[in-house]
């Protein structure tokens, strides 16, 4: 099984900053794409930024230029560094990752799903 634990979250005001971290754990063989996904009250659950094994990124147009996903592949963490943080910015933040893990005979894929994290700014 893999297990993800988000940690980051919180409250600030407009124009502040917060880093989310999802950390995974459990039997890995190899992590394919991390991901940061949200969902606003009474909203859809909507991707944020996502990036790639190779560290190609993609990011919604409302995060571009104030949000940066990254990763460290030798603990198996992606981040979520945002700035420039705006009311319409609250949300539960979830992170999401697919990959391999070890199985008897041949890996399977998953896909896991943090407990999310909530993000609040104030105006």
């Known amino acids: 099984q893999v297990q993800l634990v988000e940690s980051g979250g919180g409250l600030v005001q407009r124009g502040g900053s917060l880093r989310l971290s999802c950390a995974a754990s459990?039997?890995?063989?190899?992590?394919?794409?991390m991901a940061w996904y949200r969902q606003a009250p009474e909203k859809q659950r909507e991707l944020v930024a996502v990036i790639t094994s190779g560290g190609s990124t993609n990011y919604a147009g409302s995060v571009k230029g104030r949000f940066t996903i990254s990763r460290d592949n030798a603990n198996n963490t992606v981040y979520l560094q945002m700035n420039s943080l705006k009311p319409e910015d609250t949300a539960v933040y979830y992170c999401?990752?697919?990959?391999?893990?070890?199985?008897?005979?041949?890996?399977?894929?998953?896909?896991?799903w943090g407990q999310g994290t909530q993000v609040t700014v104030s105006s």
């Open positions: 459990g039997s890995i063989v190899s992590i394919n794409t």
């Open positions: 999401n990752v697919l990959g391999l893990r070890a199985a008897v005979g041949s890996p399977l894929s998953f896909g896991a």
